[in-house]
């Protein structure tokens, strides 16, 4: 069987009683309510929150996200939500991407109630997120934190609340939520790539040559 690529649009999406433009809907009722936070019911029982490091279930959620208090530390922020589409693959599920930006001039709540406002914007880099419903209309997965293009925003690539975070000069001490670095091995191993790309090139225009010619003479 011959490769084959093929484009895909919602039209591509599998069959599920609830169409595209309600599951918009009920997305956006989702994030006007603090993605269920304060209207609990939308969210499924076995409801699940996985970002790439915090996996969360419904009860762990509601109180973790409910603590951070964003609105309160960034009370001028602009949260952009667009490109719904629907998941190819998987029955229920939309995807869509997000970027924000504001000023740190209020205070966080929960286990960042320590930091004072540090008057610093943010802008956050383009993030992907989905949402998966259940055919009742109920939120049964929650992924994102994504981000798609790390060198956009001043979040050092990070997405949610690491990167909001190493913004405003707070960055959590721990790896996963520092901004990515190349690791010591990488790098010696782009330097013999480029030595050996050196060699080659001082090879083909010096050494060569001289090579060539002297065989030239011999004969």
Same mark, same amino acid.
């Given at each position: 069987?011959?490769?084959?690529?093929?484009?895909?649009?919602?039209?591509?999406?599998?069959?599920?009683?609830?169409?595209?433009?309600?599951?918009?809907?009920?997305?956006?009722?989702?994030?006007?309510?603090?993605?269920?936070?304060?209207?609990?019911?939308?969210?499924?029982?076995?409801?699940?929150?996985?970002?790439?490091?915090?996996?969360?279930?419904?009860?762990?959620f509601v109180e973790a996200f409910a603590s951070f208090k964003l609105d309160d530390a960034f009370?001028?922020?602009?949260?952009?939500?667009?490109?719904?589409?629907?998941?190819?693959?998987?029955?229920?599920?939309?995807?869509?991407?997000?970027?924000g930006k504001g000023t740190h001039t209020g205070k966080f709540g929960g286990p960042f109630a320590?930091?004072?406002?540090?008057?610093?914007?943010?802008?956050?880099?383009?993030?992907?997120?989905?949402?998966? $419903?259940?055919?009742?209309?109920?939120?049964?997965? =929650? !992924?994102?934190?994504?981000?798609?293009? %790390?060198?956009? &925003?001043?979040?050092?690539?990070?997405?949610?609340?690491?990167g909001i975070m190493h913004a405003i000069g707070k960055t959590l001490p721990f790896p996963e939520?520092?901004? $990515?670095?190349?690791?010591?091995?990488?790098?010696? =191993? !782009?330097?013999?790539?480029?030595?050996? %790309?050196?060699? &080659?090139?001082?090879?083909?225009?010096?050494?060569?040559?001289?090579?060539?010619?002297?065989?030239?003479?011999?004969?």
């Amino acid at each position: 069987m011959a490769p084959m690529n093929r484009y895909l649009t919602d039209g591509d999406a599998p069959a599920f009683p609830l169409k595209f433009d309600k599951l918009v809907e009920l997305s956006k009722e989702l994030i006007n309510t603090k993605f269920g936070c304060t209207k609990t019911e939308l969210l499924a029982e076995d409801f699940q929150f996985r970002f790439p490091i915090v996996e969360l279930d419904k009860t762990r959620f509601v109180e973790a996200f409910a603590s951070f208090k964003l609105d309160d530390a960034f009370p001028d922020m602009t949260t952009d939500f667009y490109g719904w589409r629907m998941d190819p693959y998987i029955p229920g599920r939309i995807w869509f991407d997000t970027q924000g930006k504001g000023t740190h001039t209020g205070k966080f709540g929960g286990p960042f109630a320590y930091v004072k406002p540090t008057q610093k914007g943010v802008v956050l880099p383009p993030q992907a997120l989905s949402f998966t $419903f259940n055919e009742a209309g109920q939120l049964t997965y =929650f !992924t994102g934190g994504y981000v798609i293009d %790390r060198r956009l &925003g001043n979040t050092g690539g990070l997405g949610g609340v690491f990167g909001i975070m190493h913004a405003i000069g707070k960055t959590l001490p721990f790896p996963e939520a520092r901004p $990515f670095s190349l690791s010591y091995r990488y790098r010696f =191993f !782009t330097l013999l790539d480029k030595v050996g %790309r050196g060699i &080659g090139c001082i090879f083909n225009s010096k050494i060569k040559p001289l090579l060539v010619g002297a065989s030239k003479k011999s004969t």
